[in-house]
């Protein structure tokens, strides 16, 4: 009988967790916005999807994930200089995911080599 009860205890602990919400990450226009209030929103919430319209003439909205620092990233990604155009200016630094390099491809000081 304690078998059994063990057994509902921890199913019903499962379906519990698996009915959580999982966290959304929140979507922005970049060009919406300030620079300022583009690092403010990364930085408050960790990481932001931010569109913007393509530079090279395309009709084309592109988007990426930004973030905060190397700890919304993936194990096997670090967080890298980028930028986004925004209400203000064409190049607002942020920080984006990108792809660890392989340790015997790096050289020194190459970003994404050493863990921070």
Known sequence: MKKILAGLAFTVCAALLAAEPALAVSRYNSTGMSCAAVQRTIAREGAAILRYPSQN????????????????????????????????????????????????????????????
């Not at 990108?98 to 491809?105: H, Q, T, V």
């Open 57 to 116: 003439g395309a009709r084309l909205t592109l988007y990426d994930r930004y973030v905060a620092d190397s700890r919304f990233c993936d194990g096997h990604e670090f967080a890298d200089r980028a930028a986004v155009p925004t209400a203000d200016t064409p190049s607002c630094p942020v920080r984006a995911c990108k792809r660890r390099p392989d340790p015997e491809d790096c050289f020194p000081l190459q970003p994404g080599c050493f863990r921070f």
